[in-house]
């Protein structure tokens, strides 16, 4: 690239629209209908659907991929290196002709929001979702239960049954009362 670069700039003509759009960004001329993503002469059409538009996506996508690390300068310069490939490397006109897919998506996420905040108000979906993550905690601890009982009951079944084998009255009697007990704690927790 760096031969390419110099071949590029000569001293006489410093042709900048080349090298940025041919040289270093690397993009395609645009053929039939095609205008994400690649040059056809126009600086106003390839400032705006080849450089800007897919910049600012890849920005944000760089900076929500970096997020997380936990450290600010760490989180920088990894959005930067990754940047630094992705155009040296010449994905960048790949990414640059996928910038109308991600910009619809963006778009569908944005209005799915915005018509979210009109139907319920931002403070009141914060409070909808936890009383959903609570109603789900409740559920979750309502099967446990269950299904201890359920587990529970059976055991019981079992050595009720090898007490009436083996004839022992008070077994018989003291299971039976705990079996009893067991199944109505399971009626009323599915009753709830």
Same mark, same amino acid.
């Given at each position: 690239?760096?031969?390419?670069?110099? /071949?590029?700039?000569?001293?006489?003509?410093?042709? *900048?629209?080349?090298? %940025?759009?041919?040289?270093?960004?690397?993009?395609? /001329?645009?053929?039939?209908? $095609?205008?994400?993503?690649?040059?056809?002469?126009?600086?106003?059409?390839?400032?705006?659907?080849?450089?800007?538009?897919?910049? *600012?996506?890849?920005?944000?996508?760089?900076?929500?991929?970096?997020?997380?690390?936990?450290?600010?300068?760490?989180?920088?310069?990894?959005? %930067?290196?990754?940047?630094?490939?992705?155009?040296?490397?010449? +994905?960048?006109?790949?990414?640059?002709?996928?910038? %109308?897919? +991600?910009?619809?998506?963006?778009?569908?996420?944005?209005?799915?929001?915005?018509?979210?905040? =009109?139907?319920?108000?931002?403070? =009141?979906?914060?409070?909808?979702?936890?009383?959903?993550?609570?109603?789900?905690?409740?559920?979750?601890?309502?099967?446990?239960?269950?299904?201890?009982?359920?587990?529970?009951?059976?055991?019981?079944?079992?050595?009720?049954?090898? $007490?009436?084998?083996?004839?022992?009255?008070?077994?018989?009697?003291? %299971?039976?009362?705990?079996?009893?007990?067991?199944?109505? /704690?399971?009626?009323?927790?599915?009753? =709830?």
């Amino acid at each position: 690239m760096s031969l390419m670069l110099a /071949q590029t700039v000569s001293l006489t003509e410093l042709n *900048l629209y080349d090298l %940025i759009f041919k040289t270093i960004l690397k993009l395609p /001329q645009c053929q039939g209908d $095609a205008t994400w993503g690649c040059i056809n002469g126009v600086f106003a059409h390839d400032f705006i659907f080849a450089f800007f538009i897919p910049h *600012l996506v890849l920005l944000i996508f760089l900076f929500i991929a970096t997020k997380g690390i936990g450290h600010k300068g760490l989180e920088a310069l990894l959005g %930067i290196g990754v940047y630094i490939f992705i155009v040296y490397s010449g +994905w960048y006109a790949f990414f640059a002709s996928l910038t %109308i897919i +991600w910009m619809i998506v963006s778009l569908f996420i944005a209005s799915f929001y915005f018509f979210w905040g =009109r139907i319920v108000h931002p403070t =009141r979906s914060r409070e909808l979702f936890k009383m959903g993550y609570e109603r789900a905690k409740k559920s979750k601890e309502k099967r446990l239960t269950e299904e201890a009982l359920i587990s529970d009951i059976k055991y019981l079944e079992r050595q009720l049954n090898e $007490a009436r084998r083996g004839r022992r009255t008070e077994e018989i009697k003291a %299971i039976s009362e705990e079996l009893t007990k067991r199944r109505m /704690q399971l009626k009323e927790l599915q009753r =709830r």
